[in-house]
C-alpha cells in the first residue's frame, strides 16, 4: 500500500548550501514492503520524495534489543522516533529510505523463531537481503547503508557484500560488544557480582556458554541469550570497517551517553579516508540534549524533538556525492 505525505522543510536551515531546497512541501510517497526470508517475512517501510527520478535509497538498520523502524523501543516508555524523523529529514533532501523491523520485532515479530537460535548473523543476513532487494529495484540510482547504534555493526557486514555505494556508521560502536558492555558495567556492580561478571564475560569472549549464573545477571546473561551472545562478541567494529572499499562516514553526537566519540574516532582511523562527522550536542536518539541526564531520559520518550539540526546536512551531502 502507498500513501502520500507533504511535509514542509522542517530542517531547512541545516539543508541549505549544496542541497537543493524547495520553497513548497514536498510530496512524500510511503509504501509498506515485505522480505521474504524462507518462511519468515520481514516488514519495512519506503519513504521517497514523489518528484525525484531515480534517487538514492539509504537501509536505514535500527539498533539493539526490540527497536523497531522508527527507533523506538519496546522497552523504554513512549516514542522518540528517532529513525521516521531521520527518514522524513531524507527525503526532504532528495534521498529516499527503506527502515524496517528486524526479526522479532514489531510487524515482523512473527520471523523470530526463539531466541536461542537467533545468532547476529541472521540480522546481518537480513540487513544483506534488504540491500539485495532494493538494489534490484529500477526505481532508484543506488542503495546506501545508514546503521544506527548496534545497527551499524549489522550494516557493515552487509555493505561488505557488495551491492552498497556507500556505507553510514550512526552512532555506531568502535569496539567488539563484550567490551563496550564491561566498560559500561565498570563501577554499576556491587562488589560480589563483578568477579563473576568478569568470568562469565570471557567465558562468552571464548565461545563457551555458561550454566551457572546469578540472578542478579540473568537478564543480560540468560542461557537463552547466550549463543547471540557469543555470535555478536566474534564482531570487531573496526577491524570490519577497515575492509570496506565504499565511501565511509562516521557520525557520532558529542552528548551520546551509549557511544562515546572515542568509538567514532577509532572507527575513522581503522579505515583511512573516511569522512568523521561530530555532530556538537546530539544525544543516542539523533536529538539535540545536553548530558543532563534528567533532558537525556526525557528525549528517549519524546516525539516531539526534531532532530539535531546539524545532522541532517552533513549527512545528506556525504550521500549525494558518494553515489
Given at each position: 500500500?502507498?500513501?502520500?505525505h507533504?511535509?514542509?522543510l522542517?530542517a531547512?536551515?541545516?539543508?541549505?548550501?549544496?542541497?537543493?531546497?524547495?520553497?513548497a512541501?514536498?510530496?512524500?510517497?510511503?509504501?509498506?514492503?515485505?522480505?521474504?526470508r524462507?518462511?519468515?517475512?520481514l516488514?519495512?517501510?519506503?519513504?521517497?520524495?514523489?518528484?525525484?527520478?531515480?534517487?538514492?535509497?539509504?537501509?536505514?538498520?535500527?539498533?539493539?534489543?526490540?527497536?523497531?523502524?522508527?527507533?523506538?523501543?519496546?522497552g523504554?516508555?513512549?516514542?522518540?522516533?528517532?529513525?521516521?524523523?531521520?527518514?522524513?529529514?531524507?527525503?526532504?533532501?532528495?534521498?529516499?529510505?527503506?527502515?524496517?523491523d528486524?526479526r522479532?520485532?514489531?510487524?515482523?515479530?512473527a520471523?523470530?523463531?526463539?531466541?536461542?537460535?537467533?545468532?547476529f548473523?541472521?540480522y546481518?543476513?537480513?540487513?544483506t537481503?534488504?540491500?539485495?532487494?532494493?538494489?534490484?529495484?529500477?526505481?532508484?540510482?543506488?542503495?546506501?547503508?545508514?546503521?544506527?547504534?548496534?545497527?551499524?555493526?549489522?550494516?557493515?557486514?552487509?555493505?561488505?557484500?557488495?551491492?552498497?555505494?556507500?556505507?553510514?556508521?550512526?552512532?555506531?560502536?568502535?569496539r567488539?560488544?563484550?567490551?563496550?558492555?564491561?566498560?559500561?558495567?565498570?563501577g554499576?556492580?556491587p562488589?560480589?557480582?563483578?568477579?563473576?561478571?568478569?568470568?562469565?564475560?570471557?567465558?562468552?569472549?571464548?565461545?563457551?556458554?555458561?550454566?551457572?549464573?546469578?540472578?542478579?545477571?540473568?537478564?543480560?546473561?540468560?542461557?537463552?541469550?547466550?549463543?547471540?551472545?557469543?555470535?555478536?562478541f566474534?564482531?570487531?567494529?573496526?577491524?570490519?570497517?577497515?575492509?570496506?572499499?565504499?565511501?565511509?562516514?562516521?557520525?557520532?553526537?558529542?552528548?551520546?551517553?551509549?557511544?562515546?566519540?572515542?568509538?567514532?574516532?577509532?572507527?575513522?582511523?581503522?579505515?583511512?579516508?573516511?569522512?568523521?562527522?561530530?555532530?556538537?550536542?546530539m544525544n543516542h536518539?539523533?536529538?539535540?540534549?545536553?548530558?543532563?541526564?534528567?533532558?537525556?531520559?526525557?528525549?528517549?520518550?519524546?516525539?516531539?524533538?526534531?532532530?539535531?539540526?546539524e545532522?541532517l546536512?552533513?549527512?545528506?551531502?556525504?550521500?549525494?556525492?558518494?553515489?
Amino acid at each position: 500500500m502507498q500513501r502520500r505525505h507533504c511535509l514542509g522543510l522542517l530542517a531547512a536551515p541545516a539543508l541549505l548550501g549544496a542541497i537543493a531546497t524547495r520553497a513548497a512541501p514536498i510530496e512524500l510517497l510511503e509504501q509498506d514492503l515485505t522480505l521474504e526470508r524462507g518462511a519468515q517475512r520481514l516488514h519495512g517501510s519506503l519513504l521517497r520524495p514523489a518528484q525525484a527520478h531515480k534517487p538514492l535509497v539509504a537501509l536505514i538498520i535500527a539498533g539493539s534489543g526490540p527497536t523497531d523502524r522508527d527507533g523506538n523501543s519496546a522497552g523504554l516508555p513512549g516514542r522518540n522516533d528517532s529513525l521516521k524523523l531521520l527518514a522524513q529529514g531524507l527525503a526532504q533532501a532528495g534521498i529516499a529510505s527503506l527502515r524496517y523491523d528486524k526479526r522479532g520485532v514489531g510487524a515482523s515479530a512473527a520471523a523470530m523463531t526463539t531466541e536461542a537460535e537467533l545468532r547476529f548473523e541472521h540480522y546481518a543476513d537480513d540487513a544483506t537481503a534488504w540491500v539485495e532487494l532494493l538494489a534490484r529495484d529500477t526505481r532508484f540510482s543506488g542503495v546506501a547503508i545508514i546503521g544506527h547504534s548496534e545497527g551499524a555493526t549489522l550494516g557493515l557486514l552487509a555493505a561488505q557484500r557488495g551491492k552498497a555505494k556507500a556505507y553510514v556508521s550512526l552512532a555506531g560502536p568502535g569496539r567488539p560488544a563484550a567490551e563496550a558492555l564491561r566498560a559500561q558495567l565498570e563501577g554499576k556492580l556491587p562488589s560480589a557480582l563483578i568477579e563473576r561478571n568478569e568470568q562469565i564475560l570471557q567465558a562468552l569472549q571464548r565461545g563457551d556458554t555458561v550454566a551457572d549464573v546469578p540472578p542478579p545477571l540473568a537478564a543480560l546473561y540468560r542461557p537463552s541469550v547466550q549463543p547471540y551472545l557469543i555470535s555478536w562478541f566474534r564482531v570487531d567494529p573496526a577491524r570490519e570497517i577497515a575492509r570496506l572499499t565504499i565511501p565511509v562516514a562516521v557520525v557520532q553526537g558529542t552528548t551520546d551517553i551509549q557511544v562515546a566519540v572515542d568509538d567514532a574516532k577509532r572507527l575513522a582511523a581503522a579505515r583511512p579516508g573516511s569522512a568523521l562527522h561530530l555532530i556538537e550536542g546530539m544525544n543516542h536518539v539523533l536529538k539535540a540534549v545536553p548530558a543532563d541526564p534528567s533532558r537525556q531520559r526525557a528525549s528517549y520518550s519524546d516525539p516531539s524533538m526534531p532532530l539535531a539540526p546539524e545532522l541532517l546536512k552533513p549527512l545528506a551531502l556525504f550521500l549525494t556525492d558518494a553515489v
